[in-house]
């Protein structure tokens, strides 16, 4: 699949923590995201963060916190990307959704 130089990138930010029917957030949009035939999609653990609850939450060895940020990131053109967000933003409660235009500088070469 061959991404346009001119696409949009679809970021998604929840606790790792959140679930969709018993399983993980984060998994449930990474597996949608594939099935939807999106170009790919990255999942990046935080270290630190905090949200609108404004609590931080932190990954130190000393912390308790177990609800650490995630961020699902998808690169693709904007046709595919715009419906597959609208799916997303049914699923994320107090998460964070975010659409903004990016220039791919190099594809990845497909097969």
Known sequence: MS???NALRLTVVV???DTWHHRPLHSEI????????LAG???????????ASSVVHTSRLLSL?????????????EERVRPFAAEV?????S???LLDAVEVVRPEATA
């Open 65 to 77: 916190s177990e609800d650490l940020p995630v961020a699902v990131v998808i690169v693709d053109a």
């Open 41 to 51: 999609a990255s999942v990046f653990h935080g270290v630190e963060g905090f949200g």
């Open 30 to 37: 990474v597996h949608r995201a594939h099935a939807a035939g």
């Open 89 to 93: 933003r049914a699923l994320v409660g």
């Open 95 to 97: 998460g964070l959704v």
């Open 15 to 17: 606790g790792e923590s």
């Open 3 to 5: 991404i346009r130089p």
